[in-house]
């Protein structure tokens, strides 16, 4: 999905879905998305299918709630997507650098599996503060006790089973407001969001991650509370 194509005169990511759309895209008789960001961005297309669309939302796979709310922090920060363009992870290095100007003392640890065209981004992640650890094939619970935050550095996005696998868990995410993450993400209330914009350069783009990092360690109170509140919401739902 790292391919981005112009159509129609719109821009469509992951070349299954322009082979999909341009086939039989006006005889579809619906779409069910799991976000309302993507239902109500698709309904405006040519291709729009005759009944419009549906959402249906995603459930997340709720872990044991064996995670310690009350320790103090580790300095420590995972990463775990697809190391590819869209997830932004060159913004990584930048970041550790804007955080050891503000005398943050964070690392973050990498995990993701790469494809050969993409394989000159692990030469980025070096140093004492950053650290790739390899692939991985699930959610380890057990990352709420040993990091202090999921950072999510995607470009754009649906709503990504990580963030909702970290929340169940209790650890909590700051993630960018791109696509619809916002739909579940809510800064301060049961995550942290980076709200991000068009207009925004990549210097823009890192101090805004920066600065949340900085909020959640300076309120570490509240950090609890969202760790709470995230996992009764996905609970509840």
Not at 36 to 60: H, I, M, N, Q
Not at 197 to 202: I, K, Q, V
Request: charged fraction near 20%; include cysteine; charge should be neutral.
């Amino acid at each position: 999905s790292d391919a981005i194509y112009n159509w129609e005169g719109f821009t469509v990511c992951d070349p299954s879905q322009v082979r999909l759309l341009r086939s039989c895209g006006k005889s579809l008789y619906k779409i069910i998305y799991d976000s309302e960001c993507l239902a109500r961005k698709d309904a405006t297309y040519s291709f729009a299918p005759k009944r419009g669309v549906a959402v249906l939302k995603s459930l997340a796979p709720m872990s044991r709630h064996n995670y310690d709310s009350s320790r103090m922090p580790t300095r420590k920060l995972i990463w775990a997507s697809r190391l590819s363009p869209e997830k932004h992870p060159e913004i990584l290095p930048l970041l550790i650098l804007s955080t050891e100007l503000r005398s943050m003392n964070i690392s973050i640890d990498i995990y993701g599996a790469t494809i050969e065209k993409n394989s000159h981004i692990l030469s980025l992640f070096s140093g004492d503060h950053l650290c790739y650890k390899g692939t991985f094939s699930s959610f380890d619970p057990g990352w709420a006790n040993h990091y202090d935050s999921l950072v999510y550095t995607s470009l754009y996005d649906g709503i990504p089973n990580i963030i909702l696998e970290s929340m169940s868990a209790g650890l909590p995410v700051i993630a960018p407001s791109v696509g619809s993450i916002p739909e579940i993400v809510q800064d301060g209330i049961n995550g942290y969001l980076v709200d991000l914009s068009p207009s925004m350069n990549l210097a823009d783009i890192v101090s805004a991650y920066a600065g949340v990092i900085d909020r959640m360690y300076l309120d570490w109170a509240t950090r609890k509370s969202v760790i709470s509140r995230a996992h009764k919401e996905l609970e509840s739902n």
